[in-house]
């Protein structure tokens, strides 16, 4: 496998930007799509022919779809049954064949489509869009499996929109050394997230999960509240090395997360600044497909809900997800509908709304009710689920404690990373940040998180999170 942590995955992308500004530009989708598939069988095997066929199934029926030849009843009727065919491959390896039928823990990665979630949503997206006269078919179907199969974002995204991909993917783009730069800056910065931060986070959060019962209440609770901070290092590092991986081709993907997400005071805020680009999947292609027409408040309100179940049993097929999910449609539900209150209270406790004062307080309870919700997503399993709870709320507690030493190291690294993104603040990204400063102060920057990356960063580091789902 060619992870985006280790030397081999540097290689082929140094390989790759090599060759692709000396290849003349009608060719370099040609390039693009060979390096891809070269990655993709690095992590799928055999098992690349379910990419191929369901990018022939989506370059096919999205020229069907889009032909106003075609009588609109059965261009309808083309659509929904591609999109249910595209879907079938993600159902069965998915959810059927994890049940029961294989050992997945033993099969390994040979088993399993890389990116397969990924593309999938990316063919129904595309489908639709197409149905619903958003874009245009693609003609050329190389462009259309580069679009599917870009190495940099097959394994957990960003989820780029056609609309937004495709005409990067056609403008030939002279060699520019800034974009040279910014990938450079995204690159750094997404393996200091990872490699230093996600890595010594999971050092003190997973052995309280793997064994909740031995570890005090309070230490399995800040065990799931540092396990958000460790997801979000460790996805946004991964979104970082995709975006600047993409950057040095001259192509630019869509920002997947808030810069700090952590400390935003409302919980649909943090929902809608959390996988961006996945968020707004399920809201344009499940709940506004299922709500098209429908005017009748509670039946919108079951959407939602119904929108968030799917989100939930999208990262896996089990309770603990579908739970997870409900929770976060009944917290994002209550806040929505109790905020009047709230802001009533605060006003009688002489409190501001929207003062520094409120602000702080609305983190607070967003992030104690937050950790009470994101055991279930850690857990993944609904018994380790209640194992995990039992242990928080005193019912099964044990001794240890999960502070030991290099915590406080851990913190003060993350407050390093804090303090740029709060320079940073929410316009901006790592790379434009760091590109409008003189170059002098740019290298320093970079030559520091290259040392904390040298110094404590994790030599071999587990897979991406979200690279399971």
Partial sequence: MIKFTDFSYFLLLSLAVFVYYRTPG???WIWLLLTSVLFNLSWSGTYIVVWFALTGLCYFAGRYIGNPDHPK??????????????????LFFKYFLPSGVFDWSRAGHWLVPVGISYYTFLIVGYLVDVGRKFIRPETHPGYLAVYLGFFPTLLSGPLERARRFLPQLKTTVAYDPDHIRAGICFIIWGLFKKVVLASRFADHTNPVFNAPGQYTAFSVFMAVLLFSVQLYCDFSGYCDIAMGSARLFGIRLSKNFANRYYFIPSRAESWNAWNITITSWFRDYVFF?????????????FNRLLTFLVTGLWHGASWSFVVWGGLQWAYVTFERNTQRFWDRMYTGMGVAVKSYAQTGGRIVIRLLTGTLIMGWFRAAELDKGIALYGSMFGISAGAHSFIVPGFLLTVALFLVMDFINYRMGEKEDIASYLLAKKPVIRSLYLFFLVELVLVFGRIEVPDFYYIQF
């Fill in 26 to 28: 009608r060719g370099r």
């Fill in 73 to 90: 009843k059965r261009r309808k009727i083309v659509k929904s049954v591609s999109v249910v065919v595209s879907l079938l491959p993600l």
């Fill in 289 to 301: 497909s299922v709500s098209k027409g429908v005017t009748n408040p509670r039946i919108l309100e």
